[in-house]
């Protein structure tokens, strides 16, 4: 038996390491695989804690956790798309049209 | 013994492919290595007794969303983006505020811990069977929130569309 609190320091290490990669990288693609990755930490939080009250019901969450992940890859990366036929760049540095 | 064995090792693979995800200069690689990622939080997903939460792990995060960053990287692969520097200036100031942040929910998680031993609170699922148990939950308890999230899977495919067309007329 594993107890609860290891899932839950896995989920804040995967948090941690998404939110790095967010913070930290240039490449629009790489940004938008760690905001996966934090949902996935997310997800892991959820389980663990409906395993330890015995129901289903943040297995439930999780799939609506993995619904928003789909939807945000197919909106985020049609947005890459478009900024890719108009600024020839992925580069988050670079895309600074609202910037003053 | 065996479980955390099994537990050391998903997780070590989990957190030492996440940060491969992070460092990869090339964006392909970083892809193979997020599917590493998920597969190995699937496998805790398995270990918490979420069966169907797995399968769907690996039929829509691996074969869905993985494949569909995929197509975006091969699209718009840039052979300038890997030859250009990978963090930006402020990385050092992001890594430090990231590493308090796990520092600050760490110590949380170490001090609250004995909360976790005792409870084990009852209200078992009555019904034999992972999937069969979250498809009650899902449409029983929370059918107003399962037609939402229809709601906006649809909006999300019109506005990928949308997004991604050339020209709107």
């Known amino acids: 038996m594993i107890p609860t609190h290891w899932y839950l320091f896995l989920g804040t290490a995967l948090f941690t390491i998404g939110v790095i990669g967010v913070l930290t990288r240039r490449n629009v693609i790489i940004i938008l695989m760690s905001i996966e990755l934090i949902l996935n930490a997310v997800n892991v939080n959820l389980v663990a804690f409906a395993d330890y009250f015995k129901t289903v019901d943040g297995q439930a969450f999780a799939i609506f956790v993995i619904t928003d992940a789909a939807a945000e890859a197919a909106v985020g990366l049609g947005l890459i798309i478009a900024l890719f036929r108009n600024k020839e760049t992925v580069n988050a540095d670079e895309i600074d049209l609202l910037k003053w | 013994m065996?479980?955390?064995?099994?537990?050391?090792?998903?997780?070590?693979?989990?957190?030492?492919?996440?940060?491969?995800?992070?460092?990869?200069?090339?964006?392909?690689?970083?892809?193979?290595?997020?599917?590493?990622?998920?597969?190995?939080?699937?496998?805790?997903?398995?270990?918490?007794?979420?069966?169907?939460?797995?399968?769907?792990?690996?039929?829509?995060?691996?074969?869905?969303?993985?494949?569909?960053?995929?197509?975006?990287?091969?699209?718009?692969?840039?052979?300038?983006a890997v030859k250009e520097a990978q963090f930006n200036r402020q990385w050092h100031l992001a890594l430090a505020a990231a590493v308090i942040v796990m520092a600050e929910l760490g110590y949380g998680i170490y001090r609250g811990q004995q909360g976790f031993t005792p409870a084990q609170v009852a209200g078992a699922p009555a019904v034999a069977g992972n999937t069969q148990a979250v498809a009650l939950v899902l449409y029983r308890d929370y059918m107003l929130p399962v037609e939402i999230a229809s709601l906006l899977l649809l909006v999300a495919m019109v506005g990928a569309v949308i997004m991604a067309k050339r020209k709107l007329e």
């Open chain 2, 2 to 80: 065996l479980p955390q064995i099994a537990f050391f090792i998903l997780s070590a693979i989990a957190l030492v492919s996440a940060v491969m995800v992070i460092t990869r200069r090339n964006a392909v690689h970083s892809v193979i290595w997020l599917i590493v990622t998920l597969f190995a939080v699937g496998g805790v997903f398995l270990m918490l007794h979420a069966e169907f939460l797995f399968a769907v792990q690996v039929i829509l995060y691996v074969g869905g969303i993985m494949v569909l960053f995929l197509f975006v990287v091969m699209l718009v692969n840039l052979d300038v």
